[in-house]
């Protein structure tokens, strides 16, 4: 039971949990609320389950690679979370890393069988290597690692929205500017929940770096907060904070034409008054223990901001 709890420990459990959240929400509240445009639809959840199980496999096995070649380094920043070596040896690590990239790919594979698409296999195993690369080095660079995990993180949604034509299939293919009408609006809020994702991503990751520095600059990495120092690592995310605050309220000012009071207000008290919070103990942090509280805070608006799919479900 012990070895089970360290397993799920390190493969992130929650954060996994997160992605599966986020990728059902998608479909059942984003393009399930737009299958009533005349257009009758048939659903096919198998491949839809597969595409999940693929993406959560691949983010597992890369936290996996992640910690094991972090370990020096979490030993000084985390050292009573620390997994590898202390309950799971290295090479059983390893093997649960490649055991779960090859499972996902060879997954994404079997749906562009199935779909008759092509791109899905491709690219996730592009992303196992790049999971890969930002554990051996892009990490420990100035913003490479923190835009790569803010583009895999925008991902997660996005490869969804250009999949859905395989699970998503519409009976009435002669209404094509229904169609057409359709799929634009996907589009529009497709990229714009990838928006959100990429860029609160970024700020969360920018704040694990300055949470992070002691261990960090102990084993040259070259992050944001080593390089440009704490106060210029402040503004950064304070500029990344205000534009998706400004962007938000640009949003809410779109949709209360049509009604959607209660999201509007949804948005204000659990979105954007929040970042506003984060924005100003920003401002106070000091020590690492102030930056984790915050990465918790963004955490947090992360899951809110993917909750406010279900409106519309709601509005549809």
Request: proline residues 3%; hydrophobic residues 55%.
């Amino acid at each position: 039971m012990k070895l089970i709890s360290a397993f799920l420990r390190l493969i992130r459990w929650p954060n996994l949990l997160f992605i599966v959240l986020t990728q059902w929400l998608f479909v059942y509240a984003i393009i399930g609320s737009k299958t009533d445009l005349g257009m009758a639809s048939h659903f096919h959840p198998q491949i839809f389950c597969l595409l999940v199980i693929a993406t959560v496999f691949i983010a597992a096995a890369g936290y996996i690679i992640n910690d094991y070649f972090d370990l020096n380094i979490d030993s000084i920043n985390k050292p009573a979370k620390l997994v590898i070596d202390k309950l799971i040896k290295r090479r059983w690590a390893i093997m649960w890393h490649v055991m779960l990239s090859v499972a996902g790919v060879a997954i994404s594979f079997y749906i562009d069988y199935k779909a008759g698409t092509y791109w899905l296999g491709l690219t996730n195993l592009v992303c196992v290597f790049l999971l890969f690369g930002y554990s051996i080095t892009l990490k420990k660079k100035l913003l490479s690692g923190n835009i790569l995990i803010s583009l895999l993180t925008a991902w997660v949604i996005l490869v969804v929205f250009f999949q859905y034509p395989a699970f998503i299939q519409f009976q009435d293919a002669h209404e094509n500017l229904i169609r057409t009408t359709y799929h634009s609006s996907l589009t529009r809020i497709s990229f714009l929940y990838a928006g959100f994702a990429f860029v609160i991503s970024l700020i969360r990751e920018v704040l694990k770096d300055m949470e992070d520095r002691e261990g960090d600059e102990k084993y040259g990495c070259h992050t944001m907060p080593i390089q440009w120092g704490i106060p210029a690592s402040k503004v950064f995310v304070a500029v990344w904070i205000i534009v998706l605050i400004a962007v938000l309220v640009i949003v809410q000012f779109y949709v209360l034409p049509f009604g959607w009071w209660w999201s509007a207000l949804y948005c204000l008290l659990l979105i954007i008054l929040p970042l506003v919070l984060v924005l100003k103990k920003l401002y106070q942090a000091n020590i690492a223990a102030d930056y984790h509280r915050l990465s918790v805070y963004v955490k947090l608006i992360m899951l809110t901001g993917i909750l406010s799919m279900l409106f519309f479900k709601i509005y549809s």
